[in-house]
């Protein structure tokens, strides 16, 4: 029996008119890695972003590793964060790697790097800086501690999000389409760290278009299409001969 | 000739002698402009305070920095609990009041380019700092601030600028910064032209030397 690390139940979300999310329920256990599949305008990435709470759902209840998302809807149905603190301690359990990065330009690569360790869980900075440096070379950007993100190519600026991401221990990986900014040539290394995360048994939601990925590496497929989820289940079956004739129709495309 | 060089001589160290009071001026002046500024663009994250700092703006952006030392050395002054007050001796120093109107016209502009600044630092290196878990004085303090100071130098070394020239006005005041003591000059000689030219050699230098430091601290941001 293993842990519950994300428990997600009736998640809607609207901009305006336009329903994004008409409805989501997703549980995630520890070590899953569960590739987010769907169409641009699926709303795939509006979920990501709901979970961190950087988009507001407008109804629906999110757990991460026990922790419930301090969510209050007023008489309008608006949402608002009930506890700046319990909001910010939800965070820290997670970490984000954006399509473009995001890396703090003012930042040296180690700042980034010890930055959320430091101010957010109070760690020593030499004790940060320590384990920095051991991520560093693990993302295979050892050397590199004292440059700056503009000075790096786009698949180093990934690695050192992902260093930067991993510094916090997260219980819970929220990657946002992580490849899709990369030259070609440049998906392969980030995809093979991703890779070695999920081999080390990290509880991962990848929003992504990378389908040989998804089959290879991904414990669970889930298809959003129009705000819901069409269709979910193991790689294997997913990508099979039995696999649901949208999602089929979907990866043809 | 050499009457005219002693003259000049004469004059330039008259006009160098007042080169304290015209940087005093500028300095205090730059300080409490900056410092009222970042109140002013805190106010407006405010609901209470947005209409308050948009009525500030407002008004010292709106009318002449001239006129506003007027007001503050020669109509306030002349107000019963002013002149009668505690206040009395900072109001009937004429540096004081030249001061106080460049400190609340410039901060005016200077809340301006910080709000424009501030508009401009990348929503995603602020989601970077939410996503990890920053609260918000920790988001302000570390990413918002640096990343908006950064974008805001420009503009923000063209009101200094701009402060420095503007603390001439502060001789129609009674203040004997540099223009003042060309004024005086003049008064006494008749000759107008190259006593102002030296008085404006001097702003030059000034204005000069504060554009090469500001082009060096943006070098060194431009990391």
């Not at chain 1, 920095?132 to 698949?155: C, D, I, N, T, Y």
């Not at chain 2, 100071?149 to 006005?169: D, H, Q």
Request: charged residues 15%.
């Amino acid at each position: 029996m293993t842990e519950t690390v994300l428990r997600v139940r009736g998640i809607t979300k609207s901009f305006g008119a336009r329903a994004v999310l008409r409805g989501i329920d997703l549980d995630a256990h520890r070590g899953d890695v569960i590739a987010i599949l769907g169409g641009s305008g699926s709303g795939k990435s509006t979920f990501l972003r709901c979970l961190n709470l950087l988009e507001l759902p407008d109804a629906g209840t999110i757990e991460i590793a026990g922790a419930a998302a301090p969510l209050v809807h007023d008489t309008q149905g608006r949402a608002r964060i009930a506890d700046p603190r319990a909001l910010n301690d939800l965070r820290a359990k997670t970490a984000m790697v954006f399509q473009n990065f995001n890396l703090w330009t003012h930042m040296t690569v180690l700042d980034n790097i010890v930055a959320a360790p430091v101010h957010v869980h109070g760690v020593p900075r030499a004790e940060a800086a320590d384990r920095a440096q051991a991520l560093l070379e693990k993302v295979g950007m050892a050397g590199f501690a004292a440059h700056w993100p503009r000075q790096l190519s786009g698949g180093q600026q990934q690695r050192v999000a992902i260093a930067r991401a991993l510094a916090t221990d997260p219980d819970l990986m929220l990657f946002d389409e992580p490849t899709s900014a990369l030259d070609p040539e440049r998906v392969r290394e980030v995809l093979d760290l991703m890779r070695a995360l999920a081999d080390e048994g990290r509880t991962m939601l990848i929003v992504t278009h990378e389908m040989a990925f998804a089959r290879d590496v991904s414990t669970r497929v889930v298809h959003v299409r129009d705000g819901v989820i069409e269709s979910m289940g193991p790689p294997a079956l997913m990508f099979g001969a039995d696999a649901s004739p949208v999602f089929r129709a979907f990866l043809s495309h | 000739m050499s009457e005219e060089l002693a003259f000049l001589a004469a004059t330039a160290l008259a006009i160098v002698r007042a080169l304290p009071i015209t940087l005093v001026l500028s300095l205090s002046s730059a300080i409490g402009a900056s410092m009222l500024a970042a109140v002013l663009v805190a106010a407006q994250q405010t609901r209470i305070g947005r209409p308050l700092a948009h009525v500030w703006i407002f008004v010292f952006r709106g009318t002449p920095l001239l006129l506003q030392m007027f007001m503050v050395y020669y109509g306030v002054a002349a107000l019963g609990p002013i002149r009668h007050g505690v206040l009395w001796p900072l109001f009937r120093d004429p540096l004081f009041c030249a001061w106080l109107a460049l400190t609340c016209c410039c901060s005016a502009y200077i809340a301006e380019v910080l709000r424009a600044a501030l508009a401009a630092v990348p929503t995603g290196q602020i989601e970077a700092a939410k996503a990890c878990g920053m609260g918000r004085g920790t988001r302000v303090r570390r990413v918002i601030m640096p990343q908006m100071l950064r974008l805001a130098l420009p503009a923000y070394g063209n009101e200094l600028v701009m402060l420095i020239k503007s603390t001439s006005l502060a001789s129609t005041i009674t203040v004997v910064d540099v223009t003042g003591v060309a004024q005086l000059v003049i008064a006494h000689s008749y000759r107008t032209i190259e006593v102002f030219c030296l008085a404006a050699a001097v702003y030059l230098a000034l204005t000069a030397g504060l554009t090469a430091l500001l082009r060096r601290i943006e070098r060194g941001l431009a990391q």
